[in-house]
């Protein structure tokens, strides 16, 4: 086969999924200039094509700047509230948060679009489109501290519901309990315990892969999704005592569950891997964890 003879020329385009995609061009235009090139335009010193070019603008923004008829940004095209407005708002949305209510999207829009309703009827202004979307990413765009995008922890309705004088209760408890026991003076003496529940084979880790490819696995081991439970204990002083790790199992723990573990870790089972009060206040625990 012969050699070419001309070096062949790279494409400017490349594919995506097998489509083919155009590089778009960056211009490089102020205000200034997009208002001299459509006067130049308008007196018949240049052509729109040529004027384009020459100021490096593109020719559909020129020609909408010489036809007088230039589109808003969506910014400032759903910008239907005053500053004072959406400050009101962003009070509205901490204000919701710490009531530990937080609002959605959908339901901000709902809110926003009542209070729009409602200014335009006492204004006698005509009736405006439902602000959907566009204006939430506008608005979010404008405040991203105060309409940030967040997960939520969830809270337990009872700990939502308890007031302050449950709380002083609480503590007048506690004060009375270090005073009985002189705990004021032994931070080692304090513990704090937790638990948590883990399961065996949870991948979160992501991966490379090929896009659209609809099976992405991996293998994790032969028991997938078995929960078991781990408790830590850590005093006032800072000393972390071994892990307590609890199995799902019926008789003897499996020699494999029992290595690689931190040093001094102690292993139990019960019938469903959680910690009860049979499993935690067994004296051969309480001796060879607590003691």
């Known amino acids: 086969m012969p050699l070419l003879s001309k070096p062949l020329a790279v494409s400017a385009y490349s594919t995506t999924n097998g489509r083919r995609k155009t590089k778009k061009k960056k211009y490089s235009y ?8 459509a006067e130049w335009v308008r007196v018949g010193h240049m052509s729109q094509r ?8 593109p020719r559909s923004t020129l020609r909408h700047e010489v ?34 209510r937080p609002l959605t999207g959908s339901q901000f829009l709902v809110i926003v679009n009542k209070f729009l309703v409602r200014r335009s009827a006492a204004r006698g202004e005509l009736h405006r489109p ?8 506008a608005f979010r765009k404008r405040h991203p501290r105060a309409a940030a995008q967040r997960v939520p922890e969830a809270v337990e309705r009872k700990r939502d519901r308890a007031s302050r004088i449950e709380a002083h209760k609480y503590f007048n408890k506690l004060e009375q309990l270090y005073a009985q026991h002189g ?21 979160k880790t992501k991966v490379l892969a090929p896009r ?16 078991y439970t ?13 892990p307590y790790v609890l199995y799902k199992a019926l008789r003897d723990i499996h020699h494999g569950w029992v290595q690689g573990g931190p040093p001094g870790t102690h292993y139990d089972a019960t019938p469903n891997g959680w910690i009860n009060e049979g499993s935690f206040l067994r004296v051969r625990l309480i001796h060879k964890w607590l003691q």
């Open 67 to 100: 036809d007088g008829d230039r589109p808003r940004s969506r910014a400032t095209a759903q910008r239907v509230f005053s500053d004072e407005e959406e400050v009101d708002f962003c009070d509205m949305i901490e204000a919701f948060a710490r009531k530990r």
């Open 212 to 227: 659209g490819m609809r099976d992405v696995s991996t293998v994790a081991g032969n028991c997938l999704r078995i929960n």
């Open 130 to 137: 439902r602000l959907g979307r566009g204006f939430l990413a």
């Open 30 to 37: 102020t205000a200034e200039t997009l208002a001299t090139a």
């Open 230 to 242: 781990v408790l830590a204990c850590v005093s006032a002083a800072g000393l972390a005592l071994p």
């Open 183 to 203: 705990f004021h003076d032994a931070p080692h003496r304090i513990f704090n315990c937790d638990e948590s529940g883990l399961q065996t084979g949870a991948v």
């Open 50 to 57: 040529h004027a384009a070019q020459f100021f490096d603008i």
